[in-house]
């Protein structure tokens, strides 16, 4: 696929050890599919200095180590020097490759004690939980993001029938592997963690493995869709899985 | 050698300078709170600056040293002891075979450093031998320590301050030099603190009353303030015109204003990103003392440029190489 050429963008310092790349101002894939050419682009070829690039919905951030920004001394400091090399990055970019998006299916076993807000859920919607199953394993999801936790991925393109704002008291545990609805976006809690979002499921997978390489099961752009399975299936992959 | 757990303290974990490479992956940084005091225990015992230190905090713990033990403890004043006898801070310490370093309650500051010469031997792991405690890995077992522990400490390579090591054999339990480094310890003993930030990148979206009212009001850091982000209490900020910012990458010092408009400033264990407005940044330069603050003090942000911010953390590094130079001369003695 021809790389998109990056005409539009915006820099801003994100304190001073780290710069923001803004690459829209929209949560759209075509928005996504510049943030991560750009991403893949600077991962290839570092910049030295460059300790983590970390892609979100429209910017992407570099956190760097000052004294490692090479002619840093030269005129403004750091940040100037680390912007003037980004943007010859920016402008020097066309016709570069991206990695094909990986399609995973991830099985889950919804409603029951595994999914503790899937009934109110469908009432609210005026479903019925089978109603609300299907429009959930319907779409083919996009990985709009890693963030909030260690391998949590934002998954776009949930049923807009599902939507439903976060929970005003959010608990202070949730299970690790529970599927979860928070406004318009669904995603699997890879760790037992606090969190707002309705719990319709849980998926016996890991998603965040710290020995494995990459440690997180799902990268942006990546694409996702639920397969239902029953509580016996549930509990026979969770031992697989281990 | 090792190190025995008799006692663990409230929240006693390994940490080095964080784990970095793997925020894509959404795997958060974390590393020490207080990363200057750290950097300064690892150079007064000849290690490298990012070798993992023991971070406790508020209440320390109570540790016996299997065998003679070079260590150093940077940070807050937790009144630290060996055999009753109080131990100086910011200095290289030389600790006799079965002594028992006692760190009490933290009378000044918030978090304090140990750092033993040779370093904990425990696996590195995504680069890093952090403790992160919500995923339960790296540090020692990824959890903090607890009575009964046993830590395995590294062998040092180079036999520094021999003539501390001479004075030991006629000493009880610890020697320790007449000098001591300059620590931040005493910026703690003020009672205002001064915070300088940078603006963050939604400003400009806060309520001129708001942006006003940050850099003029007194802050009070609140009780439910952890290693993840310090809660502030003050006045609530607001945004001209109410909205969401889409979610993207924080930094350590990061405040994000949440729509109940109290400031969260992220520390050490932050999300690698958030979706609340970020109102500025703290200099890093300044982190290390916000990091001391316990709940419960005050402090008042100061704006201060990019380019301020540069060259306060150049001169910072500046100092900190003179530093590392003067203490391989003196390890040497």
Same mark, same amino acid.
């Given at each position: ?20 790349? %803004? ?9 996504? &599919?510049? !943030?991560?050419? #750009?991403? $893949? *682009?600077?991962? /290839? ?70 999914? %503790? ?9 005026? &479903?019925? !939980?089978?109603? #609300?199953? $299907? *429009?959930?394993? /319907? ?104 | ?333």
């Amino acid at each position: 696929m021809a790389e998109p050429f990056i005409r539009e963008y915006r820099l801003s310092p994100l304190g001073d050890r780290a710069l923001v790349i %803004e690459l829209g101002n929209d949560a759209s894939e075509e928005t996504a &599919l510049k !943030v991560r050419s #750009v991403t $893949e *682009r600077l991962l /290839a070829e570092p910049l030295p200095g460059v300790l983590d690039v970390v892609p979100a919905v429209c910017t992407l951030a570099l956190h760097y180590d000052p004294l490692r920004i090479a002619a840093a001394d030269d005129a403004g400091g750091a940040y100037a020097a680390l912007a003037r090399q980004v943007t010859a990055r920016l402008q020097s970019m066309d016709g570069i490759e991206l990695t094909q998006p990986a399609t995973f299916e991830i099985p889950v076993c919804y409603g029951g004690e595994y999914g %503790e807000d899937l009934e109110t859920l469908a009432h609210t919607h005026g &479903l019925t !939980v089978e109603q #609300v199953i $299907e *429009r959930h394993t /319907a779409p083919l999801y996009r990985v709009q993001m890693l963030g909030f936790a260690p391998g949590f991925a934002y998954l776009a393109g949930l049923d807009p029938k599902l939507a439903t704002p976060r929970r005003s008291n959010p608990r202070m545990r949730v299970p690790a592997g529970s599927v979860a609805i928070g406004g318009e976006l669904t995603g699997i809690y890879p760790l037992e963690l606090p969190g707002g979002w309705h719990l319709i499921g849980r998926s016996p997978l890991r998603m965040f493995d710290a020995f494995a390489q990459p440690p997180a099961r799902l990268s942006m752009g990546d694409r996702v869709r639920f397969v239902p399975v029953s509580m016996g299936e549930y509990v026979r992959l969770a031992e697989t899985h281990k | 050698m090792s190190l025995k757990v008799l006692r663990a303290g409230i929240l006693s974990t390994l940490q080095d300078r964080g784990r970095y490479g793997y925020q894509r992956y959404g795997m958060p940084v974390g590393g020490v709170m207080d990363e200057h005091s750290h950097r300064l225990a690892n150079l007064l015992v000849g290690n490298a600056e990012d070798e993992a230190t023991l971070e406790f905090t508020l209440a320390g713990p109570r540790l016996e040293f299997t065998q003679t033990a070079l260590i150093a403890i940077c940070g807050g004043d937790f009144a630290a002891t060996i055999g009753g006898r109080e131990v100086p801070a910011a200095r290289p310490v030389l600790a006799r075979a079965g002594s028992v370093l006692d760190l009490a309650v933290c009378r000044l500051g918030c978090r304090a450093y140990l750092a033993l010469a040779g370093g904990f031997d425990v696996p590195v792991v995504m680069g890093s031998k952090s403790t992160y405690l919500p995923a339960s890995l790296g540090g020692f077992h990824g959890r903090a320590l607890r009575r009964g522990d046993e830590l395995t400490v590294q062998p040092a390579p180079a036999h520094l301050y021999p003539a501390l090591h001479r004075a030991l054999q006629t000493a009880e339990d610890f020697v320790c030099p007449k000098w001591s480094v300059h620590a931040n310890a005493a910026l703690l003993a003020h009672d205002h603190h001064r915070i300088r930030f940078m603006q963050g990148r939604h400003f400009a979206l806060f309520s001129e009353a708001s942006r006003t009212q940050f850099i003029s009001a007194e802050f009070r850091i609140a009780a439910n303030s952890d290693r993840m982000g310090y809660r502030l209490e003050g006045p609530t900020l607001s945004l001209t015109e109410p909205g969401e910012v889409l979610p993207e990458a924080v930094t350590f010092g990061s405040i994000q204003v949440p729509p109940d408009g109290k400031p969260i400033v992220l520390m050490a264990n932050r999300q690698t990103t958030g979706g609340y407005p970020l109102i500025g940044e703290v200099a890093s330069v300044d982190l290390p003392l916000l990091a001391q603050l316990p709940p419960g003090d005050t402090l008042r942000f100061e704006p201060i440029t990019l380019e301020q911010s540069e060259q306060l953390y150049l001169q910072r590094e500046r100092e900190l190489a003179l530093m590392r130079e003067g203490l391989r001369e003196r390890a040497k003695q």
